[in-house]
């Protein structure tokens, strides 16, 4: 099932963007570009999803409803 994380990126001063979610501790994603931080995110946030549900046996974060706002980034 999809949940919903929020993610923060920051832009560092040498010019890659890190990705940070106070959703899911531990989570820590760097990349070149917005996207690719994001998708380094993704992956990162699912392993340590993984992790948190065969510990504790569950993983308390919103379910993907039918409805949702989603901030689009596009180059213009």
């Known amino acids: 099932m999809e ?4 993610i923060h990126i920051e832009k ?3 010019g890659v963007y890190l990705a940070t979610s106070d959703d899911v501790p531990g ?3 760097q ?3 917005v996207t690719e931080a994001l ?3 993704r992956d990162v946030a699912r ?3 993984e992790a948190r ?3 504790t046996g569950s993983v308390d974060l919103s379910s993907v ?3 949702f706002d989603y901030p689009l980034i596009v180059n213009a």
């Not at 949940?3 to 929020?6: F, G, R, Y």
Request: no cysteine; aromatic share 0%.
């Open 65 to 67: 409803g039918d409805s």
């Open 3 to 6: 949940k919903i994380i929020n």
């Open 12 to 14: 560092l001063p040498e």
């Open 47 to 49: 392993k340590l999803l």
């Open 31 to 33: 990349g070149r570009t």
């Open 27 to 29: 989570l820590l994603a």
């Open 53 to 55: 549900a065969e510990r």
């Open 39 to 41: 998708e380094i995110a």
